[in-house]
């Protein structure tokens, strides 16, 4: 590629960047003006920031899943070099379409030199696999389907079929399709306690117990993993928390879980946001490739 051509990509890639910001924002101000923050207490606040930080930690997983994926595709980049250009690229997630996240990936890979047939590749690979991992995670959630599975029947099937999907990629594929798909996994489960950890503190007139965590947890991510594949909806905005309400009804009254929807959100979004902060301030110079 020319240095021209290089440099309209990598133009690109911040432009569609920057435009996620602003949709963030908008975001934000949306969900943060529809909730009542009267009875949020100081521990409360506390504990929103602090998994807001966890989450936006755990971003980091699907940033090294994609480095995974290239690796399979015999595209070798430094690891400080994906965690940075995903966490960039990530905030365009939320622009109307639900693509110019990829998109602006896939012009900052081009940008620095990396083959566009590896860069497709390993996005739709990431999209298949993450896709597979939210319907594993969703057995969690199986006991809203299938009345009467206990905790440990859930867990157990889970790990079952975790670790056979795994063996399974491993033989066919590789380490690194193997090792990618354990980090989406992760992904997935941390944003699930997440969520279940905000139900648990924003709930007033609701007892969760203890064998709701896993359902909960995978009814979750299955609403998440709709959200995401739902064309044209930015982040799964919308369709997620209508999905989630459908899932859990029953689990926690209305008043309780649409709080904690709104505030699942606003500890996303965040989480987003601290990634890409942190994502600016890996001097490009420093992750490997300029």
């Not at 899943?65 to 365009?92: M, N």
């Not at 997620?240 to 009254?253: A, D, N, P």
Request: aromatic share 10%.
């Amino acid at each position: 590629m020319t240095p021209q051509s290089q440099r309209a990509l990598h133009w690109l890639g911040s432009g569609l960047a920057i435009s996620g910001v602003f949709f963030l924002a908008s975001r934000l101000h949306e969900y943060w003006a529809s909730l009542n923050f009267s009875s949020f207490t100081p521990s409360t606040w506390a504990s929103i920031a602090a998994l807001s930080i966890i989450y936006g930690g755990a971003n980091v997983l699907l940033a090294l899943a994609w480095r995974c994926l290239l690796q399979q595709f015999g595209v070798h980049v430094p690891a400080l070099w994906a965690i940075r250009t995903y966490g960039v690229s990530q905030l365009a997630k939320y622009l109307p379409g639900n693509i110019f996240h990829l998109a602006g990936r896939h012009a900052i890979g081009m940008s620095v030199g990396l083959p566009s047939g590896a860069l497709a590749k390993s996005i739709l690979w990431e999209l298949c696999l993450i896709i597979l991992a939210g319907a594993t995670c969703g057995i969690l959630g199986l006991s809203q389907i299938i009345p009467g599975l206990t905790q440990i029947e859930l867990l157990v099937l889970f790990l079952a079929t975790s670790i056979l999907e795994w063996t399974i990629l491993k033989k066919l594929f590789g380490n690194h399709c193997a090792t990618a798909f354990f980090q989406l996994l992760c992904f997935l489960a941390i944003s699930g306690l997440v969520f279940v950890a905000i139900s648990a503190k924003l709930s007033t007139t609701s007892e969760l117990g203890t064998y709701h965590i896993l359902t909960l947890c995978g009814a979750y991510i299955l609403a998440w993993l709709i959200g995401m594949i739902t064309p044209g909806a930015p982040a799964g905005v919308g369709v997620r928390e209508l999905v989630l309400l459908l899932l859990v009804k029953g689990m926690l009254t209305e008043p309780d879980l649409l709080v904690a929807v709104l505030t699942g959100r606003i500890v996303t979004v965040s989480g987003d946001f601290i990634y890409f902060l942190s994502s600016l301030t890996l001097n490009r110079s420093k992750t490997g490739i300029k």
